[in-house]
T-cell receptor, first 114, second 112 residues
Framework: GENVEQHPSTLSVQEGDSAVIKCTYS??????FPWYKQELGKRPQLIID?????GEKKDQRIAVTLNKTAKHFSLHITETQPEDSAVYFC?????????????FGKGTTLSVSS | DSGVTQTPKHLITATGQRVTLRCSPR?????VYWYQQSLDQGLQFLIQ???????AKGNILERFSAQQFPDLHSELNLSSLELGDSALYFC???????????FGPGTRLTVL
């Protein structure tokens, strides 16, 4: 089955710096890669996603890149703000199959200090 | 607010007991997923239903079962509870299989 590795587990940056979180996946058939942000005690919220027919996607200060050959994808947050502090999860799934579980990485705790 | 509702918010029970967690998907969403989040295991997929039928199973214990009803709400039944079952249980829904999943607020289960 699919296995998703996520690094680093914790990341501390200064406000205004960039943050990068990296994930690798094992199943070459995976084709949908969402990123979720989870604040303490709250539900995971989708912040950006990418499908395997696209190499990069941007949404304001957030971007995701995908390298299908190397089977890794990354989240880039620019001009970080204190409200970006949260746990970020990457996930992978085979979104064209009948059953499409999200397989999550272990999460990255991002701390942005002002 | 994602539109996915879960009840109850908190549940405290004893080992050996049985509980039922309830989830109502967003209006129009046919697919429901259950996930377990614990400190040491992260977010783990348990089971998926689509329009009343089971579609995929993850690391779901035999003591756990689920179903999706004709009105599309879903219930997750946990029996013979153990201390290690204490976790946050999330339900998510999507319009189609493989679509963006929207998570509910979760049910925090504490087994004493």
């Amino acid at each position: 089955g699919e296995n998703v590795e996520q690094h680093p587990s914790t990341l501390s940056v200064q406000e205004g710096d960039s943050a990068v979180i990296k994930c690798t996946y094992s199943d070459s058939a995976s084709n949908y890669f969402p990123w979720y942000k989870q604040e303490l005690g709250k539900r995971p919220q989708l912040i950006i996603d990418i499908r395997s027919n696209v190499g990069e996607k941007k949404d304001q200060r957030i971007a995701v890149t995908l390298n299908k050959t190397a089977k890794h994808f990354s989240l880039h947050i620019t001009e970080t703000q204190p409200e970006d502090s949260a746990v970020y999860f990457c996930a992978a799934s085979r979104a064209d199959q009948a059953g499409t579980a999200l397989i999550f990485g272990k999460g990255t705790t991002l701390s942005v200090s002002s | 607010d994602s539109g996915v509702t879960q009840t109850p918010k908190h549940l405290i029970t004893a080992t050996g007991q049985r509980v039922t967690l309830r989830c109502s998907p967003r209006s129009g969403d046919l697919s429901v997923y259950w996930y377990q989040q614990s400190l040491d295991q992260g977010l783990q997929f348990l089971i998926q239903y689509y329009n009343g039928e089971e579609r995929a199973k993850g690391n779901i214990l035999e003591r756990f079962s689920a179903q999706q009803f004709p009105d599309l709400h879903s219930e997750l039944n946990l029996s013979s509870l153990e201390l290690g079952d204490s976790a946050l249980y999330f339900c998510a829904s999507s319009v189609v299989v493989g679509g963006e999943q929207f998570f509910g607020p979760g049910t925090r289960l504490t087994v004493l």
